[in-house]
């Protein structure tokens, strides 16, 4: 059997098989601002309670502080049905972005079924669950039931050899990715990131592979359990957990192998992720903002591979870099480590931990006309702002050269 | 159901569908105003009730974000017809009563064509050539779903 048939089989009490359509107990249900819109469906469903408040985990990411007196009110309306229901598992707008807390909280075990109000919440198979994203209004029926109608996704298992070089990571790998398969590539499939370039990444990067999978169509994204996901669960969570991996002649409908030596820093052009090239393939085209930050690349190693780039050296005056620490656990650590003094003395802005401009709506949105390069996961039209603005889409390092240069530049060359 | 077509291509994302600085708003008559906005300004004011989006491959890739098949039934939308859908963009869909059929119907309509759609029988007619051809229905559950204005009062069944 796949992960994804062995979790699912779990989850329903019966051997699930690709193309199934089975109703699974949820083991754990995500949601940010958009609780606003579950609750009203969850209140309009007539449920008294809901199903088990220690499986829900709430807090606010997308707007925070609250950027329209709308979205106070709707961080309102969910601070009070939180209280009303005392729901147990509620991080306001103190922690950062939910794909960063639940796993750092400890909320996310392996082989759990996750689902969450947000697309990336694929995030969370890099931890080894199997993990999606859902609407609001089916949220609200598993607040008031615990189970969702899931069909049952075929397997693409992508095992990737050779060896990144330095700074090519885990962001590069997945761009590449979505590049080759396209936006609708793996449409409805688990897939299954293996092979020796997986084993060595840190689970940040498999939270950035996973997180992104979900751009070329994959219901699911996983990374499977080894001593880095044991560690990383030390200390976070006390409870106890059984890795949950596919079987050696489980059903994969297809296997990509893929020799990533070699590899440069990619790039992807506006306006879809999919739009993917080699980062030597675009230098000079310049840029008023850079942005790291966001749920894909907003962690301590994506900041620290920035100031590696940047340490010591001042950004021009003609860019705006701003620094959105994906959570405060990272943004402490920055803080603590000198980090994020030395992205200020560069000439970052440091916002708040939170999905900052990435989603278009507030902290640094882009004029018509305007251009960014940014860590985050989307470059659709009007997405950070205008709908006449571009974002391009790169790794920590391709960003921070970039701010350096004023124009999408390789990190290889300004490093060197 | 019947409508006129409006026809768009391949992977209309949800940004564009409804861009993310209207989001805040949970009045979705006010944000059905913005619909297609950063895609095709004249949608939000020249659609009517009942029109169907006929689209290309992905349709409604992206985010999660419910307030996309949301803008598009409150700015009148009977059904979309595409190749593909996303598969939030289609859960969500069908979980708040939009009718979606994945269907490749780009062929036969063009814009402003009639189109009649019967979701039980999967049958779609272009009123204006003639031009009749089957799809797979939905599966029975979902047709439910969907006859009963969405998951909501499907849910609903249960708790009253």
């Not at chain 1, 005392?86 to 939910?98: A, K, Q, S, T, V």
């Not at chain 1, 075990?109 to 199997?130: C, E, K, N, Q, R």
């Not at chain 1, 030395?342 to 970052?348: D, E, I, M």
Request: glycine content about 10%; proline content about 5%; overall charge negative.
């Amino acid at each position: 059997m796949t992960f994804a048939q062995k979790v699912l089989s779990r989850a329903s009490g019966k051997e699930a098989y690709p193309g199934d359509i089975v109703s699974a107990k949820i083991d754990l249900a995500m949601s940010h601002e958009n609780a606003a819109l579950v609750l009203r469906s969850f209140k309009e469903i007539g449920a008294k309670e809901v199903w088990d408040p220690e499986k829900i985990v709430l807090l606010f990411d997308h707007r925070i502080p609250a950027n329209t007196t709308k979205a106070a009110e709707g961080h309102q309306s969910v601070r009070n049905f939180v209280r009303s229901e005392m729901l147990p598992n509620f991080y306001d707008l103190r922690e950062g972005i939910c794909h960063q807390v639940l796993p750092e909280k400890g909320h996310v075990l392996p082989g759990m079924l996750i689902v969450g109000t947000d697309s990336h919440t694929t995030t969370y198979g890099a931890l080894g669950a199997f993990s999606t994203g859902i609407g609001a209004t089916e949220m609200a029926a598993v607040w008031a039931t615990g189970e969702l109608w899931m069909k049952v996704p075929k397997t693409f298992r992508f095992n990737l050899t050779g060896k990144l070089n330095d700074p090519v990571t885990a962001k590069d790998v997945i761009l590449h990715l979505i590049g080759k398969m396209g936006a609708d590539g793996c449409d409805y499939r688990c897939t299954e990131f293996v092979g020796p370039v997986v084993d060595a990444m840190s689970i940040s990067g498999r939270m950035t592979m996973c997180n992104m999978s979900m751009e070329m169509g994959a219901k699911a994204g996983v990374t499977f359990p080894d001593d880095r996901t044991r560690d990383y669960l030390k200390g976070r969570t006390s409870k106890e957990w059984v890795p949950v991996t596919s079987d050696k002649d489980a059903d994969v409908e297809k296997v990509f192998d893929m020799d990533l030596t070699g590899l440069s820093p990619q790039v992807a052009y506006p306006h879809s992720v999919d739009n993917v090239k080699p980062v030597e393939e675009m230098t000079g085209i310049p840029v008023d903002q850079a942005v790291i930050g966001s749920c894909t690349n907003g962690r301590a190693e994506d900041l620290l591979a920035a100031e590696q780039i940047l340490h010591g050296r001042h950004i021009p005056d003609s860019v705006r870099l701003i620094v959105v620490p994906a959570s405060r656990e990272v943004y402490l650590w920055a803080a603590d480590s000198g980090i994020l003094a030395s992205l200020v003395r560069s000439g970052a802005i440091v916002t708040n931990p939170g999905c900052g401009p990435c989603l278009g709506a507030h902290q640094g949105l882009l004029a018509p006309g305007e251009r960014c390069i940014a860590t985050t996961n989307r470059n659709f039209r009007g997405r950070m702002g205008s709908p006449e603005s571009e974002v391009y889409l790169a790794s920590p390092a391709t960003v921070a050269a970039s701010a350096l240069k004023g124009q999408i530049a390789d990190p290889r060359e300004v490093r060197a | 159901m019947k409508g006129k077509v409006w026809k768009y291509g391949d992977h209309v994302n949800t940004d564009v569908i409804i861009p993310g600085r209207y989001l805040d708003d949970y009045d979705f008559k006010n944000m059905a105003k913005h619909a297609m906005e950063d895609l095709d300004p004249r949608f939000a004011k020249d659609v009517s009730y009942g029109d169907i989006i006929v689209a290309g491959r992905n349709f409604g890739c992206g985010s999660s974000r419910e307030q996309a098949p949301l803008a598009l039934k409150h700015a009148g939308v009977g059904a979309v017809v595409a190749i593909s859908f996303a598969r939030i963009f289609y859960r969500n869909a069908i979980n708040i009563g939009l009718p979606v059929i994945e269907f490749d119907a780009t062929g036969m309509f063009e814009k402003g064509d009639v189109a009649l759609i019967n979701m039980e029988k999967g049958v779609i007619i272009n009123e204006t050539s003639g031009r009749t051809s089957r799809f797979e229905p939905l599966p029975g559950f979902l047709l439910e779903i969907l006859k009963e204005g969405g998951l909501v009062p499907h849910s609903a069944k249960r708790f009253h």
